[in-house]
Structures are given as structure tokens and as C-alpha cells.
């Protein structure tokens, strides 16, 4: 059995990799020490942008483990240009899996780029591992667990968000846990 702590970054300042978080998002990233505290955990995944670093940052430091930056849990990219209707836009890649704006990555590209880390962490000796990623790529995160994870999964998290999921050689358990304490 293993367990995997899928964790969305806290409240950042923008959406640059280099956005740091805000005050109310350091306040949680200090909240998730306290959620962490009394659960085991072998290894710490973080995407490398700046806010998932920090997020998790305490949380580490508090265990006395490291933050493994690993870029696969970078933020999906919906267009490299400022889209108007962004929403309705990342809506639509939820329909279209194939679907690529310009300069963009789609769907089916970020979910193979999650599977590949968490088929990784999977096979590792690691028995419980937290992933921080962002909220677009934490839902395609979900989805390899469970399919029904989508565009109004993603509306309704939370920064911070996080969810545990429990496999098994015979299923995987996906529950929300993040009690949204600060």
C-alpha cells in the first residue's frame, strides 16, 4: 500500500514560475506543517515553481527532508498569449483533450507528463510521498487516479488544496482531506 498526498500550491502573488506567495499564502504553507505533522511521509516532490516550493518548504523543513523540484509538476501552460476568455478557453480543453492554444500545452500532453511521475513514485520503495503542483495539473493528477476529475473539480479547490490517495494492488482510494484551516 502506498499513499500519495497530492497537494495545490497556497495563495501565490501571480502566476509567473517566480510568483511567491502572499502573506495569507505563507500562513498556510505554515498550516501545513500542522496538517502534516502526525502523518508519515518518506518523500517530498514539488514542482520548482517559486509558490509550490514555498508552500511545502515548512512542511520539509519540519520533517528534516528535502524539496526534490521536479519539473514535470509545472503548471500546465493553457496559451504563451494572454487569452480574454482564458476560463472559457481552459474550459474547453477539459472537453478536448487534444486541444493546444498557441504556445500551449494540451490536456493529453500534461496528463502523459503526471503519469510519468506518478507511475515513478509508484514503483519507488517510498511507501507515502506528497506531490505540490498547481491547480490545472493536481486535477490531471487526480484524473489518472480518477477519471471524473475535470474543469469543475478544479473551480471548486482551494489554495491550498490536498488529497490523499491510498493504492493498492487492487484500487486506489482518492479522498479530499485538506480541512481549508486557514
Do not use: C
Request: proline letters at 3%; hydrophobic letters at 40%.
Amino acid at each position: 500500500m502506498k499513499t500519495v498526498y497530492l497537494v495545490r500550491h497556497a495563495k501565490a502573488e501571480g502566476q509567473p514560475a517566480h510568483a511567491p506567495l502572499t502573506e495569507k499564502g505563507i500562513e498556510q504553507a505554515q498550516a501545513l506543517v500542522g496538517f502534516f505533522e502526525n502523518k508519515q511521509v518518506d518523500r517530498i516532490y514539488s514542482s520548482p515553481f517559486k509558490r509550490a516550493v514555498e508552500t511545502i518548504g515548512p512542511t520539509a523543513w519540519n520533517k528534516g527532508m528535502e524539496v526534490i523540484e521536479d519539473s514535470r509538476l509545472g503548471e500546465r501552460v493553457l496559451s504563451g498569449m494572454d487569452l480574454e476568455n482564458w476560463q472559457e478557453k481552459l474550459k474547453q480543453s477539459f472537453d478536448d483533450f487534444d486541444l493546444v492554444f498557441e504556445g500551449g500545452e494540451s490536456h493529453a500532453d500534461g496528463i502523459k507528463r503526471a503519469a510519468s511521475i506518478l507511475e515513478e513514485v509508484l514503483q519507488s520503495d517510498d511507501q507515502n510521498i506528497i506531490l505540490v503542483s498547481h491547480g490545472n495539473l493536481t486535477v490531471l493528477l487526480l484524473h489518472y487516479f480518477n477519471d471524473s476529475f475535470g474543469f469543475e473539480q478544479l473551480m471548486e479547490m482551494t489554495n491550498p488544496d490536498v488529497y490523499e490517495v491510498v493504492v493498492t494492488a487492487e484500487k486506489s482510494v482518492l479522498n479530499r482531506i485538506w480541512d481549508d484551516r486557514v
